[in-house]
């Protein structure tokens, strides 16, 4: 079954406190991307990946930072987390860039609060 | 500035009555997707669409991609209860990879 799956599913923290959120994808897909959901504001993307070692910026990637050593795994990592940054967090995927016909696979969802 | 305007924000209307949702922009697209998101899940693609006066049929949805690829529409006809949920339009620009994303449409189909 083609899955993104991001874990924790919940999580609060603590101001300043480096966390991790995991995802990772079991269909060998190269393009893979973090957005965060946020009331009135939306989705909105944070950082996306081409391929391995492939990284860029999306629309608000201050205070994150990810990495891709693997194909199937895109962590996003919060060095030191500000309550700005509580929200919802989705990490997709799919099989290449999206002006493609790509379908882009979405992850159930982080919620992070952050005290 | 939100590069994609989305209206109306909130829907709400009965089982059986059509309904179009806009997606429209300043800026060209060069692919522009539709997604379904229900309440404590990920965005669910719906349809992706490249050409400029593309039309695509998916059952009673009817995706439109404006000629000049600045705009799209969703009509559903016969709405159900079944469809009630927030209705996402996301746009790639030329050239960029990057995606954005519409603030949403919330339907709510009454029985």
């Known amino acids: 079954e083609a899955q993104v799956t991001q874990n924790p599913r919940y999580l609060i923290t603590v101001t300043g406190k480096k966390l991790t959120v995991t995802c990772s994808q079991n269909?060998?897909?190269?393009?893979m991307s973090w957005y965060r959901q946020d009331p009135g504001l939306g989705l909105r993307q944070i950082y996306y990946?081409?391929?391995?070692?492939?990284?860029d910026k999306g629309d608000v990637p201050e205070g994150y930072k990810v990495s891709r050593k693997e194909k199937r795994n895109f962590p996003l990592i919060l060095e030191s987390p500000s309550p700005n940054q509580t929200s919802l967090y989705f990490c997709?995927?799919?099989?290449?860039?999206?002006?493609?016909?790509?379908?882009?696979?979405f992850g159930a969802g982080t919620r992070l609060s952050v005290l | 500035t939100q590069l994609l305007e989305q209206s109306p924000q909130f829907l709400s209307i009965q089982e059986g009555e059509n309904l179009t949702v806009y997606c429209n922009s300043s800026?060209?697209?060069?692919?522009l997707q539709w997604y379904r998101q229900e309440p404590g899940e990920g965005p669910v693609l719906l349809v992706t669409?490249?050409?400029?006066?593309e039309v695509k049929k998916l059952k009673r949805l009817t995706f439109q991609f404006g000629d000049a690829r600045k705009d799209s529409s969703l009509h559903i006809t016969a709405a159900q209860p079944g469809d009630t949920g927030l209705y996402l339009c996301?746009?790639?620009?030329?050239?960029?990879?990057?995606?954005?994303f519409g603030k949403g449409t919330k339907l709510t189909v009454n029985p």
């Open positions: 997709a995927s799919s099989s290449s860039g999206l002006a493609a016909k790509n379908i882009q696979y």
């Open positions: 269909m060998n897909h190269e393009y």
């Open positions: 990946s081409m391929n391995v070692e492939v990284t």
């Open positions: 800026s060209v697209f060069s692919s």
């Open positions: 669409v490249v050409t400029g006066g």
């Open positions: 996301a746009g790639a620009q030329g050239g960029s990879e990057k995606l954005v």
